[in-house]
């Protein structure tokens, strides 16, 4: 995980601050993960749809080369160093980004939500059944402590429960595990994670294990659905690359249409990208379908979390809209 100090220092050290991003590349490199989370970019590179886009808008030999990098942190100085163009980190991610470069000329914001998704705290202790039941004997794994989705929900939870004030009391609970590695532990049974919040497919696979049980789904906590991902880049690449950024753009609604009309092709997408052995191609496709999932380009309570951060002093400020943190042609909805 890339905690502020480290942050800062990158955004001073990395070689994207005085390089200038040539206009209109002919290849625009895309960082992604695997997770439901990250379906339309896997539609968008298993159909060559930001291809198909760039042609429309008078690119028609640009390259897309996609990369998988693990966590926010390789992400985030991939970005900055300019190695990729575009990442697809948390709505948190995207408001320390926002908060650190904001007015610098370094500015990075998103060009778009890629989905609206839970997050789900699922544990195989048959006592816990409220995070009043947590004690100093459980551990809970999620992708990052402090500044992942993931961590802010579970202290929203905190300071609902228990009063502002003790909205960091479940953080000692907390160990940094990316999802694949949690579920293993959770699954395994003779670690000491007994918790994992968990995102999509994770949970699927881990509320169909015998002895583990729901605890919480973040949607209660924020009182409705919520954005996860995000689709990230920096302002000097936004403003020296227009036709790529409407091509990526473009490409990601069709990405969304698809998912939503075709549920079991994307299903066998999904599989094939990942080489995931876990699931049928009817179980993914139950799974692409839950309605809990929504793959929209419009951002959902980014605000919520922004306002959150800045109250728990993760940022220093705090935007005055959503609309502060993404780029102009997706501020055209009803985000919030």
């Known amino acids: 995980m890339l905690n502020r100090r480290s942050l800062g220092l990158a955004l001073l050290a990395s070689p994207f601050v005085s390089r200038r991003v040539r206009a209109e590349d ?8 695997y997770g439901l989370g990250y379906m339309s970019m896997m539609v968008m590179e298993h159909e ?10 008078g690119l028609p030999n640009l390259r897309t080369e996609w990369s998988v990098l693990g966590g926010p942190g390789p992400q985030i100085d991939a970005l900055l160093a300019g190695q990729v163009g575009f990442i697809g980190p948390g709505s948190t991610t995207l408001a320390t980004l926002w908060d650190k470069t904001a007015g610098t000329g370094r500015d990075i914001k998103a060009l778009s939500a890629l989905q609206s998704m839970p997050f789900v705290l699922m544990t195989r202790n048959p006592a816990v059944h409220s995070i009043t039941d947590l004690t100093e004997h459980d551990k809970i794994a999620l ?6 989705g993931h961590a802010l929900t579970l202290e929203m939870a905190a300071a609902n429960q228990w009063g502002f004030s003790a909205y960091d009391r479940l953080d000692s609970l907390t160990v940094t595990l990316a999802h694949p ?17 968990a995102s999509s497919p994770f949970y699927y696979y881990e509320q169909a294990a015998p002895g583990v049980h729901r605890v919480f789904k973040s949607y209660d906590i924020t009182g409705g659905m919520h954005t996860n991902g995000v689709m990230l880049t920096s302002k000097a690449y936004h403003d020296s690359n227009p036709k790529v950024c409407a091509a990526v753009l473009a490409a990601q609604q069709e990405a969304n249409d698809f998912i939503r009309s075709n549920p079991r092709p994307t299903a066998q997408i999904y599989l094939e990208l990942t080489g995931d052995k876990h699931a049928s191609v009817e179980q993914m496709a139950g799974w692409v379908a839950d309605p809990d999932v929504v793959y929209t380009t419009v951002p959902m309570k980014v605000m919520d979390f922004a306002v959150f951060m800045h109250k728990v002093g993760r940022l220093k400020r705090q935007p005055d809209s959503w609309k502060d943190m993404f780029f102009e042609e997706s501020q055209d909805v009803e985000g919030s």
């Open 48 to 57: 060559h749809l930001v291809e198909r886009h760039a042609a429309k808008v």
């Open 26 to 33: 002919s290849i625009v490199r895309i960082s992604k993960q």
């Open 181 to 197: 590695d949690a579920m293993a532990e959770l699954l395994g049974g003779r670690s000491e994670i007994d918790c994992h919040l």
């Open 143 to 148: 992708p990052g402590v402090k500044i992942t």
